[in-house]
């Protein structure tokens, strides 16, 4: 079992900045690579970002790529997401998920196994 708690969501103005933090614990994450979703009201959960604990290969969603920052600490087994020049579009839940490293697609949600329980991100002009 993977514990996925995320944080650093909140109201942010549209041009602002936010930094999410999500930190994972009950496993050795080497095999696992994390990831960001979000589902803004009344839509799917959309793929974001994802990045593999060993190594730290990315995988962008192109919608967000340029605004979008994904990292990691493996001292602090946490990931991150740094999101730059909020848009108002940017409003929704963010998920953060694990699954294994080696799964064939890097968005789908069927190839991440935990999830944490969201954390809300509203932007306002």
């Known amino acids: 079992q993977v514990q996925l708690v995320e944080s650093g969501g909140g109201l942010a103005q549209t041009g602002g900045s936010l930094r999410l933090s999500c930190v994972a614990s009950?496993?050795?994450?080497?095999?696992?690579?994390l990831a960001w979703f979000r589902q803004a009201p009344g839509k799917e959960r959309e793929f974001v970002v994802a990045?593999?604990?060993?190594?730290?290969?990315?995988y962008y969603e192109d919608s967000v790529k340029g605004r979008f920052t994904i990292s990691r600490d493996n001292a602090k087994n946490a990931i991150y997401l740094q999101i730059a020049n909020l848009k108002l579009e940017d409003t929704a839940v963010y998920y953060c998920?694990?699954?294994?490293?080696?799964?064939?697609?890097?968005?789908?949600?069927?190839?991440?196994?935990?999830w944490g329980q969201g954390t809300q991100v509203t932007v306002s002009s």
């Open positions: 009950g496993r050795t994450l080497s095999a696992y690579r």
């Open positions: 998920a694990a699954g294994p490293s080696d799964a064939f697609s890097w968005n789908a949600k069927w190839a991440y196994d935990y």
């Open positions: 990045i593999t604990w060993s190594g730290g290969a990315t």
